[in-house]
């Protein structure tokens, strides 16, 4: 992504919220290996990263709300932990429809 005259390299490059530039991955193009890392310390890691992060609400809710599924840790999730978050979220959107 280009601003002005300055390129900023970003760790989830598609996202072009300004909520993004608070967070704690923002601009830091040494950290994208270990948060699209296969190897489960990384993401540990890349977790730990997030933990502490301003903006991790949002940027949890942004990969949640994604019509395919996102790869890699957004909001301290990674990819299995978010697809889970969105079967639970589901099943409780059905519970609430079917008692009314
Ligand atoms: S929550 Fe994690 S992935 Fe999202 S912006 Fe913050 S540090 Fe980056």
Request: positive net charge.
């Amino acid at each position: 992504m280009r601003m002005g005259t300055r390129t900023v390299i970003q760790v989830h490059s598609n996202v072009t919220s300004e909520w993004y530039k608070d967070g704690n991955c923002y601009n830091k193009p040494n950290l994208t290996d270990l948060f699209f890392s296969l190897d489960w310390r990384d993401e540990d890691e890349a977790k730990r990263i997030c933990s502490d992060c301003p903006v991790r609400m949002e940027c949890l809710n942004y990969a949640l709300a994604l019509n395919q599924s996102a790869a890699g840790v957004w909001g301290g999730t990674n990819e299995r932990e978010r697809k889970n978050l969105k079967q639970r979220r589901y099943r409780e959107i059905v519970r609430q429809r079917n008692e009314t």
